[in-house]
């Protein structure tokens, strides 16, 4: 590369991602293939439409590529293309998960999604995102006892406010969704079930986590957490006389995206290949026996996780613990504190709020842990419950 800055600069980035441990619950580490794709001159083309509609000349081979993308994304879910569309061009999650809104509410109608603090994601309606602007946002959150869904709550909210869309799937929930019984509360409520499956689509696709295509109508997806691809989102919708997958289509584009990424629509091809290897299989299973083992690591030496444990790659850790230190002086530690103190150590977390939050959402009280990106760079059981005795170990270190 002749751009000396731009080159230092990704030769430094390179160096910290090496040195890090990384416990971003969202990130992870492509493969040399993937950035390949990334990288290739597939940049260089416009592609605005859909195979064989395009409205620039000389697509023919990225027709291939597009298609090909479709093709490897709806066999690894186990889906058919007579049962089922997948839309491949989303540029990431929050346009995704924007356009399935632009293609099935009505503007102003009602989404009804989990709320930002209690574990739900901006884009299933929060005031500052563009989806609470312009729709209606119905809030649910867990119950406060259990921290987990309460399945009886929501399917009296979902009947009262009879939303739209009922979107399931977050951003900071560590347990498994109970699929039949989400789709019973979106049938009581007469609203389309979406799952926005990003954070444990490749646990799906490993066999690791249940499936949500038996019984959702609309899954959206990103491809870059525990998926392992470029950065994208993929959208799937029913194929049956209600025409989503249209509606969302023409939301995509010309609604509210131009060209696609060509490149990235690539990239993503060739992660849904890797996704579909046994060794993946392997992957997503050990992920989940990784947080698994972290989690109880941590929660032995006396931290309060949310809901108790994990299901999954994430772990919410309540690090303030109503700032009362136990017998053994876990607690008490701000998230914002928690987080800077690891970065120190070299372990990258992120700080997070936990359901019913007592501390504002730029200082909150959790710290979220995800496995993914350090079970790829071959970590077991063993190496997380050292990680595990590390954060301890620095969280309770006098300052
Ligand atoms: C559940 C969920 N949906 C959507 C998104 C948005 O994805 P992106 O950051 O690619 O827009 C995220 C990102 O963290 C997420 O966790």
Redesign the pocket.
């Known amino acids: 590369m002749k751009d000396i800055q731009i080159k230092k600069l990704i030769s430094a980035e390179k160096a910290r991602q090496k040195k890090a441990i990384n416990l971003i619950a969202?990130e992870n580490y492509v493969s040399k293939d993937v950035l390949e794709a990334l990288g290739s001159e597939l940049t260089n083309k416009y592609a605005e439409g859909y195979p064989g509609k395009r409205y620039y000349g000389g697509n023919e081979i990225v027709d291939k590529i597009e298609r090909l993308a479709q093709e490897r994304a709806l066999k690894l879910f186990g889906l058919s293309p007579e049962e089922w569309h997948v839309n491949v061009q989303p540029l990431?999650?929050?346009?995704a998960?924007t356009a399935v809104y632009t293609g099935v509410v009505p503007p102003g109608g009602k989404i009804m999604g989990m709320a930002l603090d209690q574990g739900g994601?901006l884009?299933h309606g929060h005031k500052v995102s563009a989806t609470g602007k312009f729709w209606q946002q119905v809030p649910y959150g867990l119950d406060q006892t259990t921290e987990t869904l309460n399945y009886d709550q929501l399917r009296e909210t979902g009947m009262k406010e009879k939303p739209a869309v009922i979107v399931s799937?977050?951003?900071a929930y560590p347990r498994t969704i109970d699929w039949a019984r989400m789709k019973d509360v979106c049938e009581s409520a007469e609203s389309l079930m979406m799952v926005?499956m990003?954070?444990f689509a490749g646990l799906v696709a490993g066999g690791a986590y249940p499936s949500p295509f038996p019984f959702a109508d609309i899954v959206t997806t990103?491809t870059?957490k525990t998926l392992r691809g470029p950065?994208a989102?993929l959208i799937f919708s029913r194929k049956d006389s209600r025409e989503l997958w249209k509606k969302i289509d023409k939301a995509v584009f010309p609604g509210l995206q131009g060209g696609p990424h060509v490149n990235q629509i690539a990239a993503v091809a060739v992660a849904l290949k890797e996704a579909a290897s046994p060794a993946f299989k392997k992957y997503a299973a050990q992920v989940v026996k990784n947080a698994k083992a972290l989690a109880e690591e941590l929660h032995g030496k006396g931290w309060r996780l949310i809901s108790g444990g994990t299901d999954t790659h994430l772990i919410l850790v309540d690090t303030w613990d109503d700032g009362k230190k136990d017998s053994r002086g876990a607690g008490g530690i701000p998230g914002k504190e928690a987080s800077e103190r690891l970065e120190k150590r070299g372990i990258i977390v992120n700080k997070n709020a936990i359901p019913f939050d007592t501390r504002p959402p730029a200082d909150p009280s959790g710290i979220r842990l995800g496995t993914a990106a350090e079970t790829t760079r071959g970590k077991k059981e063993s190496d997380f419950r050292k990680i595990g005795k590390e954060i301890d170990r620095i969280l309770r270190a006098k300052v």
């Open positions: 969202s990431s999650g929050s346009p998960n994601h884009t799937g977050f951003t926005d990003s954070h990103t870059h950065r989102a």
